[in-house]
């Protein structure tokens, strides 16, 4: 148990000074996640960058913090190109454990919409892609500990996740190399 909730504690210590470091919440989840169960995959983080802020900045998407952590759980669980027809139905496991981090961060953060989560945490929502307003929203500690904890937390409910169901696992069974 104790080496669990080390591993915890590391999973959340990297995602806040990812976020808190290079920005971008959605990568540095899995960034993060990757560097905890010792996993690298380039293309899934390279195909988060877009995610970030609510989708482009927008933040009328869901969490990048969020996306990052489906990515990651799609990653090791999902369905491949090579069984598109998926007869084994992979794809519901995924659903259901992607299902699974959604409701622990509706726990924790009352939705996985992006601007909801800012008004959340800030009091109020702001459009990323203004320079003013994301001036704002960086003098608000946007990076300083408002978003690193919100990704460190994404990052631990996922890998906490990923431990509970055993997609280790599952992606080692699969004889996919890490």
Same mark, same amino acid.
């Given at each position: 148990?104790?080496?669990?909730?080390?591993?915890?504690?590391?999973?959340?210590?990297?995602?806040?000074?990812? $976020?808190? #470091? @290079? %920005?971008?919440?959605?990568? &540095?989840?899995?960034?993060?996640?990757?560097?905890?169960?010792?996993?690298?995959?380039?293309?899934? @983080?390279?195909?988060? #960058?877009? @995610?970030?802020?609510?989708? =482009?900045?927008?933040?009328? =998407?869901?969490?990048?913090?969020?996306?990052? =952590?489906?990515?990651?759980?799609?990653? !090791? +669980?999902? %369905? $491949? %190109?090579?069984?598109?027809?998926?007869?084994?139905?992979?794809? *519901?496991? &995924? *659903?259901? +454990?992607?299902? /699974?981090?959604?409701?622990?961060?509706?726990?924790? *953060?009352?939705?996985?919409? &992006? %601007?909801?989560?800012? &008004?959340?945490? @800030?009091?109020?929502?702001?459009?990323?892609?203004?320079?003013?307003?994301?001036?704002?929203?960086?003098?608000?500690?946007?990076?300083?500990? /408002?978003?690193?904890?919100?990704?460190?937390?994404? +990052?631990?409910?996922? +890998? $906490? !996740?990923?431990?509970?169901?055993?997609?280790?696992?599952?992606?080692?069974? /699969?004889? #996919?190399?890490?």
């Amino acid at each position: 148990m104790e080496d669990r909730d080390k591993l915890l504690q590391e999973a959340y210590r990297l995602g806040f000074e990812y $976020e808190r #470091t @290079f %920005r971008g919440c959605s990568q &540095c989840v899995i960034a993060a996640i990757q560097d905890t169960i010792g996993i690298k995959e380039d293309s899934v @983080f390279k195909s988060a #960058t877009g @995610f970030a802020g609510g989708i =482009g900045l927008s933040g009328i =998407g869901p969490c990048g913090a969020f996306s990052g =952590g489906v990515m990651v759980l799609s990653h !090791l +669980v999902g %369905r $491949e %190109r090579s069984n598109f027809s998926d007869p084994e139905r992979i794809r *519901f496991k &995924c *659903f259901d +454990v992607s299902k /699974k981090l959604l409701d622990k961060f509706v726990a924790e *953060f009352g939705t996985i919409v &992006c %601007r909801d989560i800012q &008004c959340r945490i @800030f009091g109020r929502p702001y459009y990323l892609r203004d320079p003013d307003e994301f001036k704002k929203f960086h003098d608000a500690g946007a990076h300083d500990e /408002k978003c690193p904890d919100v990704v460190g937390k994404a +990052v631990r409910m996922a +890998v $906490e !996740l990923i431990m509970d169901q055993g997609l280790l696992d599952i992606f080692a069974a /699969k004889g #996919t190399t890490a």
